[in-house]
C-alpha cells in the first residue's frame, strides 16, 4: 500500500501555503475570517464556530479546494483524522468565563457545543459528506511519526480509499495548522512519510 | 416597539454570529426558525440566555418558547410585557 498526499494546506498566523504555493490574504477583520473571505468560501456556520473549528474547517477547505472535491455525495470511504496539543482549551477557557462569576452566570449554549476537541472532525465531515472512521489525537507537541501512524491507521480499514488528516492547534491567538488529503494507491510523487510531513509542516 | 425591534435584531445578530447579516435582512413577521435566517436548536438556547441575560426573562419552557420566539415582533411583545430588566 502506498499512501500519498495529493494536496496539502500550512496555516499558522504569518502565512497560508497551499500545495507549494502562497496565499494572499487581505487583512480587513480577525486572520481566520480574513482567510475564509480571501478563499471565496460560502458557509455561514463558519461563524458560529469556535477558533480551533475555524482552524480545522479552513485548513480542510483549502487542501480539498484545488481537487474540486465533490461535497455534495454521501462518502462512506473517505476518513477525517486530526491531533493537535492543546484539545480544545481555547473554547473551554471561554466557556469557563461564562460561568466564573456568580453573579453574572450565563453558560453560553454556543461556545459549550465546542469544548470538545472531536467537534472539529464532525464539522469537516458535515461539510464534506464524508461518513468514514473519525479520530481525534491529543499529543504533547507535533510529531510527524505520529501523525503518519494516525493517517495510516485510518487505511487499516480496507473500505477507506482516502483520508482527509490534519494537526489543528489553536490556542491563545495561535494558529498551527497542516492539513492534507491522503489516498491509497496514489500516483503521487508525494508519498506519506515523516520526512515529507516533517517538510511540510516546516514550510 | 420600533425601538425595541431593532435593538432585538441588533443583539440576535450579535450573540449568534450572524455574519452577514444586518438588522435590515430580518423580517420582523418571518418565523426565526424553520426558515428565513435557519437558526438551530443551539441557537433557540442561546435566544433563551438571551432573554434571562438583557431581560430578566427565564424562559425554561420549550413550549412556551417556540411561541415566543416565532418572530421578532412576538418575542419584542413579549418581552415589552415581561421585561424586569
Not at chain 1, 477547505?61 to 455525495?73: G, M, V
Not at chain 2, 415566543?68 to 421585561?83: L, P, T
Amino acid at each position: 500500500m502506498k499512501l500519498g498526499i495529493e494536496s496539502y494546506c500550512r496555516i499558522t498566523n504569518e502565512k497560508v501555503i497551499v500545495n507549494d504555493k502562497t496565499i494572499a490574504i487581505t487583512c480587513e477583520q480577525s486572520w481566520l475570517t480574513d482567510i475564509y473571505h480571501s478563499a471565496k468560501i460560502s458557509y455561514p456556520k463558519f461563524f458560529k464556530m469556535d477558533n480551533l473549528a475555524k482552524s480545522g474547517f479552513l485548513g480542510s477547505e483549502l487542501a480539498l479546494q484545488p481537487l474540486e472535491f465533490d461535497k455534495n455525495t454521501i462518502k462512506e470511504d473517505i476518513a477525517v483524522v486530526c491531533c493537535n496539543r492543546s484539545s480544545s482549551l481555547d473554547d473551554d477557557t471561554s466557556y469557563q468565563k461564562t460561568i466564573q462569576n456568580n453573579d453574572d452566570y450565563y453558560p453560553s449554549p454556543a461556545v459549550f457545543v465546542y469544548t470538545l476537541a472531536n467537534i472539529v472532525t464532525g464539522e469537516i465531515s458535515i461539510r464534506n459528506k464524508t461518513m468514514g472512521e473519525s479520530a481525534f489525537y491529543v499529543m504533547e507537541q507535533f510529531n510527524p511519526q505520529k501523525f503518519c501512524s494516525f493517517a495510516e491507521s485510518a487505511f487499516l480499514d480496507s473500505n477507506i480509499q482516502a483520508c482527509i488528516c490534519g494537526w489543528v492547534e489553536y490556542y491563545n491567538e495561535n494558529c498551527d495548522v497542516l492539513f492534507t488529503y491522503i489516498t491509497r494507491n496514489s500516483k503521487n510523487n508525494k508519498e506519506l512519510n515523516i520526512d515529507t510531513i516533517h517538510t511540510l509542516y516546516n514550510l | 416597539m420600533e425601538e425595541l425591534i431593532l435593538e432585538l435584531k441588533k443583539e440576535i445578530i450579535e450573540v449568534l454570529n450572524l455574519e452577514e447579516i444586518t438588522p435590515e435582512d430580518i423580517d420582523t413577521d418571518a418565523p426565526l426558525f424553520g426558515e428565513g435566517l435557519g437558526l438551530d436548536s443551539i441557537d433557540a438556547l442561546e435566544l433563551m440566555m438571551l432573554m434571562q441575560k438583557n431581560y430578566g426573562i427565564k424562559v425554561d419552557n420549550s413550549e412556551k418558547g417556540k411561541e415566543i420566539f416565532k418572530s421578532i415582533r412576538v418575542m419584542a411583545e413579549f418581552i415589552s410585557n415581561n421585561r424586569t430588566k
